[in-house]
């Protein structure tokens, strides 16, 4: 079966190959709206890094948690970071998210924790592993402020903690 050739997507076209499917079905109907797999996709918008574009961020730190993996080793943190004070009205309240991997499945220490300790101690919550959740819970009623930096590569956004923010 001979495939048709993708056309150039542009402002006036959209890269589309015929298939069979395309011919004989639209796709299952997965209950959302009446819609099939095919139209959810097609409507699906590109990823862009929690929906804030690349830049320089002061935030409030609106969650932190301890994370551990069923039945593994694996520990990490996870930081939420809510948009505040920006001249773009739409971006405030946004939240990105970043993730300190501690520990690996097996128990192996992990790079995480080393840029933890990094940023923790830029904002003056550094603590020892006794004291980390109760450090991350006193990060969230503290309402940190804080200074950062979303950075998007390909498919990967990375949020970069810059310090606090001189109020």
Known sequence: MAKTPLKKAGPETSAKRVS?????????????????KADLFDETKPNEGFGIPQGAYECLIVGAELKREEGTEKESIEMTYEVINHRDDELNGKTVKAWYNLFDKDGTPAKGGGFWKRDSAVIGYECKYADLEETLEQLVADQVE??????INGQFTNI????????
């Open 20 to 36: 069979k499917r395309d011919v004989d079905d639209e796709g299952p109907d997965i209950g959302s709206a009446g819609k099939s």
């Open 146 to 151: 804080v200074a950062v930096t979303v950075k």
């Open 160 to 167: 970069y903690l810059n310090g606090l923010i001189n109020n």
